[in-house]
């Protein structure tokens, strides 16, 4: 896979305005979307951060037209089991007993962490 978790701050920026179009969208377009929110950026700025999306396999153009190759959940998703792997073995019960020990949780919130175990 691709290294796509290090994203900078602008191609996060990109790929967040891409997941709210839902779907393809034009570079004219999302040029202008970023104009909107006083973003400056030129044409060629844009160009260069689409690029950069593409060699990390985040998105593909396609007759000017930009599509995601993931969906915000499942960037997110890939992002926090890369997490868990590097900084806790890849153990999820090693990142909860890790949170648990320096945030306190409720017993209600436990209940719930329990019932979604039994459920999976």
């Known amino acids: 896979m691709k290294n796509i978790f290090n994203l900078s701050e602008a191609e996060q920026e990109v790929m967040e305005k891409l997941w709210d179009q839902k779907g393809g ?3 004219a377009q999302l040029l202008t979307l970023f104009e909107e929110d006083g973003k ?3 044409r ?5 951060f689409l690029s950069r999306l593409e060699e990390k396999g985040m998105v593909k ?3 000017r037209i930009v599509v995601t190759i993931y969906d915000r959940e499942e ?3 890939m992002q926090m089991k890369k997490a868990i792997d590097h900084m806790y073995g890849g153990k999820l019960s090693n990142l909860v007993a890790a949170f648990t020990r320096k945030n306190s949780i409720s017993h209600q919130e436990a209940e719930e962490l329990a019932k979604i175990l039994e459920k999976y």
Do not use: A, M
């Not at 060629?44 to 260069?48: A, D, H, V, Y």
């Open 75 to 77: 960037y997110y998703l």
């Open 40 to 42: 400056e950026w030129k």
């Open 25 to 27: 969208v034009k570079q």
């Open 61 to 63: 153009r396609e007759n």
């Open 44 to 48: 060629q700025t844009l160009n260069t």
